[in-house]
């Protein structure tokens, strides 16, 4: 079996330093090795690397709905909760850039991303800039507007995904609180 250090090794040497520290620091990357990869990696074959990636314009969230930990989160003033900057987002890019097998992208985990001002030009950039050709987001759709609409209509977008709890407006707010 291989050693712990020779792992982490391996794993730095495959992955982006953002993704690298998020992994680590979420401990998921040794979790995936040990559970799928080890045979791949003593075999000398190669890694399948993944096809499509998510992107977290906005960790923050305008609603407080009940089964989500990012509404839910904004009440305890945790740390790290904001808007993705335009500098962090320009590394993305750049790292994203170098991996051509990644053909889609999601502009959402768990926050709402029509938060950052710059969501238009993000979808733009990673389809201009990368090799992506299908891009997405999940949204609760608050904070759509016409200027909002207008901006989005030239992204080349090719889904957009709404969130509804509910059969009627009323089981909705139960759910989705500030909507």
């Keep these: 079996?291989?050693?712990?250090?020779?792992?982490?090794?391996?794993?730095?040497?495959?992955?982006?330093?953002?993704?690298?520290?998020?992994?680590?620091?979420?401990?998921?990357?040794?979790?995936?090795?040990?559970?799928?990869?080890?045979?791949?990696?003593?075999?000398?074959k190669a890694i399948p690397l993944p096809a499509?990636?998510?992107?977290?314009?906005?960790?923050?969230?305008?609603?407080r709905c009940a089964h989500c930990p990012t509404g839910a989160a904004a009440t305890n003033n945790p740390p790290n909760r904001g808007i993705m900057s335009e500098s962090t987002f320009n590394r993305i890019i750049e790292q994203l850039a170098k991996f051509k097998h990644v053909k889609m992208a999601t502009f959402y985990l768990a926050g709402e991303p029509l938060l950052n001002?710059?969501?238009?030009?993000?979808?733009?950039?990673?389809?201009?800039?990368?090799?992506?050709?299908t891009t997405s987001f999940t949204t609760n759709a608050m904070l759509l507007n016409r200027k909002t609409i207008e901006e989005l209509k030239n992204t080349e977008i090719d889904l957009i995904n709404v969130s509804i709890d509910g059969e009627s407006p009323?089981?909705?707010?139960?759910?989705?609180r500030r909507a």
């Design 52 to 63: 499509k990636v998510r992107i977290e314009p906005a960790n923050a969230c305008n609603l």
């Design 1 to 44: 079996m291989l050693q712990m250090q020779t792992l982490k090794n391996i794993i730095k040497a495959l992955l982006p330093q953002p993704i690298l520290y998020f992994l680590q620091r979420y401990k998921i990357a040794f979790y995936y090795l040990r559970k799928y990869s080890f045979r791949v990696l003593l075999n000398d």
């Design 117 to 133: 001002p710059l969501l238009p030009e993000m979808l733009r950039r990673v389809k201009a800039e990368t090799s992506v050709q």
């Design 170 to 176: 009323e089981e909705n707010d139960l759910v989705r």
